[in-house]
């Protein structure tokens, strides 16, 4: 089939992917191409955060954990597996991924910063985004997938091209389809030279605010802020001050940063929604509308479970 994808951030890319490994014949369209996505900014980890429903969440993320996994060993896709150190404030239940990922552990206290009683450990991927969104539009082109800068305003744009189109336009979806379920959360990062530090560190919940290391394989990234509503993409030279200190609690390799350390901070934009809109919407008999936007703090963590999910509804819609 002759199918178009709308948005070409992880979502497009990865549904893209997906579907032409399934046979078909794959144009994306968008108004902006990598490097100028929101998933260009994620850090990136595998990291299920702010998506829901929790079950499906779980099974996409079960998906796309393993995909990581086996992308680490594709020299240009800017992949790597990392030890993680995850803390948390008071006792608690273990994280519902505990099962799945790899290594987990409860960390010993010679292991746990100042002020934290508690935390695991396991591995993830961390996936730079500066080389695998590349990596992603690279593949696709070599597999005979079209990209086209084009944004659209209305779907029947994208209908008068093709009878199936998938939505992965991401916040954009507020006005291509009008949800007023969609919202933008504000996330700030400042990306630091790499100083050798080789182990993420989380703090999801903590006393000092939302905090994480992500070393890359060319930088880290020190992040973060999570400010639902907020529009703006302006950097503010005070969250900067504030990430650098919070990191700073984490680990004190982070605890004399200084300017001539940052090589830049951006700021952009997470698509939540109370929960990740997957599913198929028969617009007439002959025109198929898929939905994959929505994905939160998680769109990269999510994304090849999404996208193989997207492959099943079109093949059930068209069978
Ligand atoms: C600071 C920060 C840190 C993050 N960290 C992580 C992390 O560690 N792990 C993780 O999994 N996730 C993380 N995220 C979340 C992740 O970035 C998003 O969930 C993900 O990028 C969403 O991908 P997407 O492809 O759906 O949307 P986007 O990347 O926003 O792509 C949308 C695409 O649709 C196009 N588009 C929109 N409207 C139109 C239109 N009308 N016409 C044509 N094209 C259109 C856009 O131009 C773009 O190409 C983070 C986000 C931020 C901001």
Redesign the pocket.
Known sequence: MDILV???????LTTGLCLLEAGHRISI?????PPL???N?????W?P?KAYPLERVTAWGKVALHQFKALQFESKSGILMAPVLEVKPSPGPDPWWATFVDDFHHASQEELPPSYPEGYGYEIPVIDTSVYLNYLMDTFHARNGRIVQ????SLAEAFAQSAIVVN?????AR??VGDRDLHPAK???VRIKHNGFRRVVVDEEGPHGLAYIVPRTHDIIL??TYEEHNESVEVDPNETEAILRRCAHLAPAFSMVTNEDILNVVC????VRSSVRLEAERITPDRLLVHN?G???????LSWGCAAEVVKLIEQSIS
């Open positions: 709308i948005g070409c951030g992880v979502s497009g369209w968008a108004k902006e191409l996505t929101t998933s900014i994620a850090a990136a980890m990291f955060y084009r944004a659209i305003t992965c336009s991401g916040l954009g006005e291509l996330g700030q990062v992040g973060g952009g934009l997470r698509p936007y994905h939160g703090g998680a769109g990269i963590t």
